[in-house]
């Protein structure tokens, strides 16, 4: 069976990050999909210097780690910098490099020295082939619990390309392997200072991330993405999570 990576882009507020960790969590469990919970507390990497960066690094960690003790799930969330590798490792259970980081040394090297696991986000500038590299710079730390995403690379300036080859060059280095279908969409760069997305194809790019044995699943999901403070253009909608997954269920079947 895959696992789950799900969740909001960043969390907006309370009650509604707690609604939709639940729901997913009640259609992970009515389908024994292991599940990871993910939202951002903070957006670090917005386009334009007004856009939603996120309610203040404390509150947004405390969020996440009752959403974990009240669901008894793990949760994750991005890190920018060593210093909130320290800070968030004391609330989630695993720590994301995002894309854009994901060669920066002193991060990963930091993220080897605590004991979360660590989801590295593949950039969309990197090679299957040196992702081997990252993993080396956290395990040199002791740290094996390592996994890698896939997510797309750039295919000129305003758009990506999910090459399916790389699934099974990466898990040859022995780390789990996790397929982000909501990343893998976006249309960055553009001119109005807001990524876009081609949403309609999630379905398209998890199936074949699952016929080519992806051990985990990532994606973003809201109940109204049109009203998103944070990627809603590439978010799947909440109530289309469970058909998804139950196809995605009969693929694996069909496959292992």
């Known amino acids: 069976m895959f696992f789950l990576i799900a969740g909001p882009c960043v969390i907006e507020e309370e009650e ?10 009640d259609i992970t469990q009515k389908n024994n999909i292991p599940f990871i919970f993910k939202a951002s507390y903070k957006k670090a990497n917005r386009t334009r210097v007004n856009s939603f960066t996120g309610l203040g690094d404390e509150k947004g960690l405390e969020i996440l780690k ?6 008894n799930i793990p949760v994750t969330t991005d890190v920018h910098s060593p210093e909130e590798v320290f800070l968030a490792s004391k609330y989630v259970q695993m720590i994301q490099i995002p894309a854009f980081l994901c060669r920066q040394t002193e991060i990963l090297i930091a993220a080897g020295q605590v004991n979360n ?16 590299f990252m993993i080396e710079k956290i395990t040199s730390q002791g740290n094996e619990k390592v996994m ?8 000129g300036y305003q758009d990506l390309v999910v090459d399916m080859r790389n699934i099974p060059i990466m898990k040859a280095f022995g780390k789990n392997i996790v397929l982000d279908v909501t990343h893998s969409l976006q249309r960055p760069n553009q001119e109005h200072g807001v990524s876009g997305g081609t ?13 080519t044995k992806v051990n ?18 590439t978010m799947l909608p909440l109530g289309k999570l469970e058909s998804l997954l139950l196809k995605l269920k009969s693929i694996r079947k069909a496959v292992i």
């Open 148 to 155: 890698v995403t896939e997510r797309g690379n750039s295919f």
């Open 199 to 211: 949403p309609e194809f999630i379905e398209t790019i998890a199936c074949a991330g699952i016929a």
């Open 117 to 132: 696991f660590v989801n590295i986000k593949k950039g969309q500038f990197c090679s299957a082939e040196s992702v081997q």
């Open 16 to 25: 509604q990050t707690y609604d939709i960790a639940k729901e997913i969590f």
């Open 66 to 71: 009752n959403i974990s003790t009240k669901l």
């Open 216 to 233: 985990g699943i990532f994606l973003e999901t809201h109940p109204n993405p049109k009203n998103a403070l944070s990627d809603g253009s």
